[in-house]
């Protein structure tokens, strides 16, 4: 694969989150469109409403199936607007949708919804996941099958709104040499509806041991993603308004990961979210970027391409073409 592929030019799409079920890659993106929503800082013109799934047996240039669409706002009693970003993950023969959506307050939470199949269509709960907030959830399934919930979005993704997993009066983001703010994880309950614990912080470390700054250009904004490679847990995110993919790693699902680079630099467009799959003994980073759309930001496109690994375990950086 000496170029990245656009997946799927017939809509625009983008957060991917590509996973594989039943030896098929299946991607699970957000939908955009444009609803004439005026662009803001806190995302008000991403009116996403609805989720596809597609899938495909051969990344590089196999034909990609839209199985349409398999849940909208309206199917949801709790959600109000904007169906952000999405992940799905098997437990039990059962296929569960973890996705971001603003109830009829615009608050943000994670819901659930549940199939019998990778493709859905997907049924989802009447209410949010109990002590949820903000957006980007990855679900993250380890080997001894235990299931862990990432997530977190500043901004327009409202983690500032939060400390101790608890709402604040008033929302607070920290500057300067400020620690930064953490994304979340949760392991989730068997059942698979609601979160086994309280959501604890994700730290991010530099190689001094100290927590990133809210100054650095590395630190931790949205898009969590987490795979697993020769045993370490990788935790790959966006960092927002400097436009980067980076990654920590570290020993356990918890953490603290320690950062080790950037996997890809600015694409066209504003915002960065992929994700970071093995299938087919080859890994992959899918991605979006918003050149089919001429630079209209929330007008994505779905990318992928080889992912590499150096010696040591550190990941290649990706060039964006």
């Known amino acids: 694969m000496k170029e990245p592929r656009y997946l799927f030019p017939n809509d625009y799409m983008a957060d991917p989150s590509a996973n594989v079920f039943n030896g098929r890659l299946y991607i699970y993106p957000s939908h955009d469109w444009d609803s004439g929503a005026a662009e803001d800082d806190n995302g ?15 990344v590089e240039q196999g034909e990609v199936t839209d199985h349409g669409q398999v849940l909208c706002v309206d199917d949801v009693e709790w959600v109000g607007r904007q169906m952000w970003d999405n992940d ?15 109830d009829k307050n615009d608050i943000f939470h994670l819901g659930v919804a549940v199939a019998d199949t990778p493709h859905g269509p997907f049924v989802p709960q009447h209410d949010p996941i109990r002590g949820s907030y903000s ?23 409202q983690l500032q709104r939060y400390r101790d997993n608890k709402a604040l009066e008033n929302a607070y983001l920290p500057e300067g040499e400020e620690t930064a703010l953490p994304s979340r994880v949760a392991r989730m309950s068997r ?15 530099d190689k001094d041991g100290n927590p990133l ?10 898009a969590s993603w987490m795979h697993k490679y020769n045993g370490k847990y990788y935790f790959s995110y966006s960092t927002g308004d400097s436009h980067l ?16 680079g950037v996997i890809l630099e600015p694409v066209v467009g ?10 087919k003994d080859k890994w992959y980073l899918f991605y979006h970027d918003c050149i089919p759309s001429g630079d209209i930001t929330w007008l994505r496109s779905l990318k992928v391409q ?16």
């Not at 799905?88 to 603003?102: F, H, P, T």
């Not at 700054?213 to 949205?222: L, T, V, Y």
């Open 135 to 157: 957006i980007d959830p990855c679900a993250f399934k380890d080997e001894d099958g235990e299931i862990y919930v990432y997530f977190g979005g500043l901004w327009g993704g």
């Open 191 to 205: 059942d698979m509806m609601q979160f086994a614990e309280e959501p604890k912080p994700v730290v991010i470390l």
């Open 213 to 222: 700054k809210a100054n650095d250009p590395h630190r931790f904004f949205e």
């Open 270 to 279: 504003w915002t960065t979210h992929h994700s970071i799959v093995e299938y």
């Open 88 to 102: 799905v993950a098997e437990r039990d023969g059962k296929y569960y949708l973890i996705y971001s959506a603003k």
């Open 245 to 260: 993919l980076c990654y920590a790693t570290g020993d356990n699902p918890y953490g603290p990961f320690t950062f080790q």
């Open 306 to 321: 080889r992912l590499y690994y150096n010696e040591d375990g550190t990941i290649k950086p990706v060039i964006n073409k």
């Open 44 to 58: 008000g013109h991403f009116e996403m409403k609805d989720y596809h799934v597609l899938s495909l047996d051969d």
